[in-house]
C-alpha cells in the first residue's frame, strides 16, 4: 500500500473514532455513489451528515479549499441520490473533517456544515 494510502486510511479511522464520540452514528462508510466516493454516512439528531475527509501531513492548505465547487457539486449529487434511494426523510448535511499529522502528533478540524450544497445540484 502506498503511503498516501496508508496516511489516508488511518484519517479515516482517527475520522470515525472521533464522529462516534461527538455522538454521531455512523450508518456507513466509502460508499461509491455514481463514481463519487462518500467517505462517511452518518446521522445525529435529525439530520443525515455526508462526511468528507482530508488527511495531510503537513499544513499548507486551508481545509474548505480542498473541496472545490466540482467535489461540492459531485458530493450533493450523490447524497441526493443516497437520499432518494433510501427514502431517507433527514435534513441533509455536509461535513468535512481535515487531519493534520501523523500518528504520533497531530490535529483535527470538524467543521459541520461545512458548506450548503450548490443550488444546480439539489
Known amino acids: 500500500m502506498a503511503e498516501s494510502n496508508r496516511l489516508?486510511?488511518?484519517?479515516?479511522q482517527v475520522a470515525r473514532e472521533h464522529l462516534l464520540v461527538q455522538g454521531y452514528a455512523i450508518a456507513a462508510q466509502n460508499v461509491r455513489i455514481g463514481g463519487v466516493e462518500i467517505d462517511f454516512i452518518a446521522t445525529k439528531d435529525n439530520r443525515i451528515c455526508f462526511v468528507e475527509v482530508k488527511t495531510r501531513s503537513s499544513d499548507f492548505v486551508d481545509p474548505l479549499e480542498t473541496i472545490d465547487e466540482r467535489k461540492r457539486s459531485r458530493l450533493a449529487r450523490a447524497a441526493d441520490s443516497?437520499?432518494?434511494?433510501?427514502d431517507i426523510p433527514l435534513e441533509p448535511q455536509f461535513d468535512l473533517i481535515f487531519i493534520i499529522?501523523?500518528?504520533e502528533r497531530f490535529t483535527l478540524e470538524h467543521i459541520p456544515d461545512?458548506?450548503?450544497p450548490p443550488l444546480r445540484a439539489r
Not at 489516508?8 to 479515516?12: R, S, V
Not at 443516497?82 to 433510501?86: I, T
Request: proline content about 6%.
Open 114 to 116: 461545512a458548506f450548503y
Open 101 to 103: 499529522g501523523t500518528p
Open 8 to 12: 489516508g486510511a488511518w484519517g479515516e
Open 82 to 86: 443516497y437520499m432518494r434511494g433510501c
